[in-house]
């Protein structure tokens, strides 16, 4: 199942949307990247998740097996 | 404590010609005859670990490229640590024995052609040595020779690979893993210059003669390179396993006392002293946050500031990123910075916490493991220079810091972007 949240580093520039819309399992570094939760995202957080991959402006994050 | 296998033979000054490196050696096997499961199943119960850095096991590697299409070879000769000299002495050296894993890598998996990647100097000893093999009709399979790019990350799997495509040597995001879609999208094999020296021995003489050397978890003799505070520095052979205290008295004894060692590379660890009773073998380092790497040895001594030297090496090392990843980008730049304000003298209130922060925050979030390894070596330094670390926040600049210094930082020829 496609649960986990991941980051493409070379595809993020910091933009930040991520972790606006999904602080619950984002937040930014001091130099504005993205750290994410490596676990499975829970069944009732999917949504933010599917939003979080949907604004990414560098289409850098993806749900991953 | 010195056991010669990979460099048994060697002739002063030149590379071992093709007729003495078959009198050293013998003949290598009839592959084709032993078969290609006889052969795998041979490297894994060697419990053959990479030489590049990781230490990973070959065989796991190369029986992931034998159970597909049309794989390929790469024998890594890029050495990128500027404190490691060890692929170039094997290549220019010992060629054929490179060369001979090359072919025994080959019969492993079923692949056909084979990439030797190396620095222009070193491929040069290889081309004689393959034209020598061609002479004497004894290449059985297709040899290419590539001269490797310049710059510390270069020699990073999915680089090289992007490098021998023509593309600027970055690395790439995994997976898929070189095994599965690698060089021209087809299953490659890519593995250091002295792995493949050490598994042509492993297809002459067996596992069972392979492990006669080292520790049960990491079998064999390794190749290292000893510099700094030594009399002899240079590329020395020792069973696997052995303290580290010997490493020092092996290259002619110590010059001055040695206050730490760096133990792997630019992107290993920082033991302290001599390194005493703690022995060269991957699993004894991991256990202290180390690791063999390369197999780079450097005893920094006494005179010499370890705070300026961690610094410097910070600063290069944040210098040779590939410049994709922010992480890598951003914080091996704050990290040098830091690291140069402790060297200065200059700390700012909460520089101690970001030491800690900032290393735990740059790991495992890049395409590469360059920052990791950066990391390592910066925490390795906190861990053990703290009382140089504090000094230096105290009272600025030490004597040992106007020393010239012990680490080499090559300046960059061509950027890799």
Not at chain 2, 47 to 73: D, E, H, N, Q, W
Not at chain 2, 146 to 159: F, K, L, R
Not at chain 2, 221 to 231: P, R
């Amino acid at each position: 199942m496609k649960d986990r949240l991941v980051v493409d580093p070379i595809k993020c520039t910091a933009h930040g949307m991520c972790a606006e819309l999904f602080p619950e399992w984002i937040e930014l570094d001091d130099w504005g990247y993205p750290v994410i939760r490596s676990e499975p995202v829970p069944a009732h957080l999917r949504g933010h998740a599917m939003q979080a991959v949907r604004v990414c402006p560098a289409m850098a994050l993806r749900l991953s097996s | 404590m010195s056991s010669r296998r990979v460099l048994a033979g060697l002739v002063p000054g030149r590379p071992m010609p093709l007729s003495h490196h078959l009198t050293v050696h013998g003949e290598l096997p009839d592959l084709g005859l032993l078969g290609p499961g006889r052969l795998l199943a041979d490297i894994e119960d060697s419990g053959l670990r990479g030489r590049g850095g990781a230490a990973f096991p070959t065989a796991i590697k190369a029986a992931a490229v034998a159970g597909r299409r049309r794989p390929l070879i790469v024998v890594n000769g890029s050495e990128g640590e500027p404190m490691s000299a060890k692929d170039r002495v094997l290549l220019s050296r010992a060629p054929h024995l490179v060369i001979d894993g090359a072919i025994a890598a080959a019969a492993a998996t079923g692949a056909r052609e084979a990439t030797i990647v190396a620095p222009a100097p070193a491929l040069m000893h290889v081309a004689a040595a393959v034209e020598e093999r061609r002479a004497a009709g004894r290449l059985s399979v297709k040899l290419r020779l590539e001269e490797s790019a310049h710059g510390y990350i270069t020699g990073e799997e999915s680089a090289l690979i992007a490098h021998l495509e023509g593309r600027p040597a970055l690395p790439r995001v995994k997976p898929p893993l070189p095994v599965e879609r690698g060089l021209r999208g087809r299953p490659t094999l890519v593995q250091n210059v002295e792995t493949m020296a050490q598994l042509a021995l492993i297809a002459r003489h067996g596992p069972a003669w392979f492990r006669e050397e080292g520790t049960s978890d990491h079998p064999g003799t390794t190749l290292v390179t000893i510099s700094g505070a030594v009399q002899r520095p240079g590329v020395y052979e020792v069973a696997l396993g052995t303290p580290l205290r010997a490493l020092a008295s092996m290259a002619g004894g110590s010059v001055e006392p040695i206050r730490a060692l760096l133990v792997g590379g630019y992107f290993g660890a920082w033991v302290d002293g001599d390194g005493g009773r703690l022995t060269l073998d991957d699993g004894a380092l991991r256990r202290i946050g180390a690791g063999i790497g390369a197999g780079v040895v450097v005893a920094l001594g006494e005179s010499a500031c370890p705070v300026a030297e961690t610094a410097r090496l910070a600063a290069w090392m944040s210098d040779e990123s590939a410049g994709q990843c922010g992480p890598c980008i951003f914080g091996l730049e704050a990290l040098a910075g830091l690291l140069g304000r402790f060297a200065a003298g200059r700390t700012e209130p909460g520089d101690v916490d970001r030491l800690g922060r900032w290393t735990s925050l740059v790991r495992g979030r890049s395409a590469c493991h360059h920052p990791d390894g950066v990391a390592r070596m910066i925490s390795s330094a906190a861990r053990v220079f703290g009382r140089e670390l504090a000094d230096h926040a105290r009272r600025g600049p030490c004597r040992g810091c106007r020393v010239a210094p012990t680490l080499r930082t090559p300046e960059r020829l061509v950027r890799a972007a």
